[in-house]
């Protein structure tokens, strides 16, 4: 009997700890809202919010150059944003990295060519990281 209840306590505690991860790695904010603003200085030095781009639609993309599955999404994303784009629609791309070079590197062979790219340096630690609640990527709004 004593061993049944060591059992449901084991799958109790894992059931928390499993809703305590899920609940961590949450948006900030919930599906169907506006995104929360932000100001970011561009990769080509131009400082812009998330709200410039209003009345657009906005696909916002956390990714990193050495992140596989990130560099997989963006063979889809290219062809989106050239189907799309005359159409209002926008990719704005921060990318969470360690390395200037490769994430440069990245950006060219990807055929990133859109506008909005900005870069975070600290890793998951950057304030748009923080701000979005992104602690794995891809992550796509």
């Known amino acids: 009997m004593q061993s049944r209840?060591?059992?449901?306590?084991?799958?109790v505690l894992g059931?928390?700890?499993a809703y305590a991860v899920y609940q961590y790695r949450q948006p900030r904010f919930i599906a169907g809202?506006?995104?929360?603003?932000?100001t970011t200085t561009l990769t080509n030095g131009e400082t812009v919010r998330l709200s410039?781009?209003?009345?657009?639609?906005?696909?916002?993309?956390?990714w990193g150059s050495?992140?596989?599955p990130c560099r997989?999404?963006?063979?889809?994303?290219?062809?989106?944003y050239e189907q799309f784009h005359d159409q209002g629609f926008e990719i704005f791309s921060i990318a969470i990295e360690s390395n200037e070079?490769?994430?440069k590197r990245a950006v060219e062979?990807?055929?990133?060519?859109?506008?909005?790219?900005?870069?975070?340096y600290d890793q998951f630690k950057g304030p748009l990281a923080r701000q979005f609640n992104i602690h794995s990527i891809p992550t796509t709004f």
């Open 5 to 11: 209840f060591w059992k449901l306590g084991f799958v």
């Open 15 to 17: 059931l928390v700890i």
């Open 33 to 38: 809202e506006t995104a929360p603003d932000f």
């Open 52 to 62: 410039d781009l209003r009345g657009k639609y906005v696909l916002l993309q956390f």
């Open 66 to 68: 050495w992140c596989g």
């Open 72 to 80: 997989a999404e963006n063979r889809h994303l290219v062809p989106l």
């Open 101 to 103: 070079r490769s994430w």
């Open 109 to 120: 062979m990807d055929g990133l060519y859109w506008k909005y790219h900005t870069v975070e």
